[in-house]
């Protein structure tokens, strides 16, 4: 009977030890959607980034997978998709679903808001984080930084913008709270994707249109159509995001989890440095190759304009929803706190190393 116990008992380790062995080597198969055409470089390189940092790190225990706005044909139905369970993770931008939810609007970039440094520092030092979390989890949704553009450009016009009087029933691709601002001097925003822009601007569907800047947006060839360039004021560090099922995270053995989130985070890092590169890249093609572009900057009737609108606006959010107001908070408040070293390190070295 005790060598009968002893065996039942052997043979009972062995097969938890069997199952542990298992376990430790399941592999997690995801798919990411992401809202941007297939290759499409800087944003698509982010995605492809964290999932070949994700199958080295787990030693090919978690496979991510990536489909482009070509393969599910729904660049702007991202948000759902993973929402739902259809996709464990999706790769865009947070201000493209405030129609679903007005909080997310704020998680990408506000007018005259935090340049890139100030804003990874506010996710990751100032709450950034638990704020988005916090928005997200309704959804059952997990977000991440995704990737910085750094400060994008005022946008690509058809016509000079001379006056306020140029702006009013002006048709422009603009999203986020950037768009409100614009509609409330008149023009008239809406959001088109990345594949139908240039389309879009052709056809006359819109007049003027803002992507991103020099890093992507001399290969998209709008200055054929529109040459005059103006500088940025609506996005001054535009943060995309990496959305994350709830429930299939939560799936994921704590390791896993913890690869995947330093992965995102590292990621997010390079488009950040890869969008310098490009930009100043592409800058120096524009001047050289391409004299007929126009680098403008709006007239400061307009700029006063967009600053007293977007202070209206702001105003009136705050009163919407007790989170949007905790977030507009936060933001405005770290702002002015980190604002103050931004003017006296980096503004004032290069005010004072210009010759």
Known sequence: MK????????????????????????????????????????????????????????????????????????????????????????????????????????????????????????????????????????????????????????????????????????KMRIPGFAGEVLAELGAKPTNIPAGELYTALERNTIDALEWVGPSLDLRMGFHKIAPFYYTGWHEPGAELHFMVNKRAFNSLPKDLQKILTIAMKASAYDMYAQSVHESGKNLASINKDYPNIQIKTFPKEVMSALRAANKKLISQFEQKDPLTKEIIKSQRDYLKQVRAWTKISDQAYLNSSED
Request: charged share 20%; hydrophobic share 40%.
């Open 3 to 170: 060598k009968i116990t002893l065996t039942l008992v052997s043979l009972l380790i062995a097969a938890a030890s069997s199952q542990s062995a298992l376990a430790a080597e399941k592999v997690y198969r995801w798919k990411l959607a992401e809202t941007w055409p297939t290759n499409f470089p800087v944003f698509g390189d982010a995605t492809k980034n964290m999932a070949k940092m994700v199958k080295e790190m787990s030693n090919g225990r978690l496979i991510i997978k990536i489909h482009s706005k070509n393969k599910h044909k729904a660049p702007l139905g991202v948000f759902d998709m993973v929402k739902a369970g259809q996709y464990q993770m999706g790769h865009s931008a947070a201000y493209y679903w405030k129609g679903k939810d007005i909080n997310t609007m704020f998680f990408t970039t506000m007018p005259f808001g935090m340049i890139a440094p100030e804003s990874y520092a506010w996710f990751y030092y100032g709450g950034g984080m638990e704020l988005m979390e916090k928005v997200f989890s309704r959804h059952n949704m997990l977000s991440f930084p995704g990737g910085n553009t750094g400060n994008q450009m005022g946008g690509w016009f058809k016509k000079e913008i001379k006056s306020l009087e140029d702006l009013k029933g002006l």
